[in-house]
T-cell receptor
């Protein structure tokens, strides 16, 4: 009964490199969310995806950031040409197909990105 | 999404009951109230969710007054392991999955 899995747990990149973060949702979950958390702050929503579809990307920076959730395989958050300000913990959450009015998101352990 | 206001921090001794109150004056008719717990270097963990009156599970109780403009998370007999940040969120009433809006949360420190 595996929960949400994220890898890598820690990622170090130099400025200008690409960071690729992976998230495997819980079995049977078709909704994936990505959040970013800076130190001492709450999580900030980035993007919400279903299989092969981006539903809401209102929290994604306009440049350098992209996300996908392919038909097969994990969801991927990609950050191109990373800068020091991208250093943060990135959390993925998943939720099952929903009934009316009630939702619960299950979070992974996060990926801590450090940009040197 | 409704904005929430919580105390920044709280202190408690082990074995005491802790009540954390959250204000959400602009809560919508179909919004639910959900609380998450986050330990350092971990993702948030769902604690409890409710719509009105009182909800109780094995770890906490959630009290929601009739006007639903606030809610109180009650943790009975806290232990050192309950030291964490607690987030109050409102939303999710539309029937479809939606983004969660986290505030800064309440940092609970439990000591002996």
């Amino acid at each position: 009964n595996a929960g949400v899995m994220q890898n890598p747990r820690h990622l170090v990149r130099r400025r200008g490199q690409e960071a690729r973060l992976r998230c495997s949702p819980m079995k049977g979950h078709s909704h994936v969310y990505w959040y970013r958390q800076l130190p001492e702050e709450g999580l900030k929503f980035m993007v919400y995806l279903q299989k092969e579809n981006i539903i809401d990307e209102s929290g994604m920076p306009k440049e350098r950031f992209s996300a996908e959730f392919p038909k097969e395989g994990p969801s991927i958050l990609r950050i191109q040409q990373v800068v020091r300000g991208d250093s943060a913990a990135y959390f993925c959450a998943s939720s099952p197909r929903l009934g009316q009015g009630v939702y619960e998101q299950f979070f992974g352990p996060g990926t801590r990105l450090t940009v040197l | 999404l409704a904005k929430t206001t919580q105390p920044i921090s709280m202190d408690s001794y082990e074995g005491q009951e802790v009540n954390i109150t959250c204000s959400h004056n602009n809560i919508a008719t179909n919004d639910y109230i959900t609380w998450y717990q986050q330990f350092p270097s971990q993702g948030p963990r769902f604690i409890i969710q409710g719509y009105k009156t009182k909800v109780t599970n094995e770890v906490a109780s959630l009290f929601i007054p009739a006007d639903r403009k606030s809610s109180t998370l009650s943790l009975p007999r806290v232990s050192l392991s309950d030291t964490a940040v607690y987030y109050c969120l409102v939303g999710g009433g539309t029937g479809t999955a939606s983004k969660l809006t986290f505030g800064t949360g309440t940092r609970l420190q439990v000591t002996l």
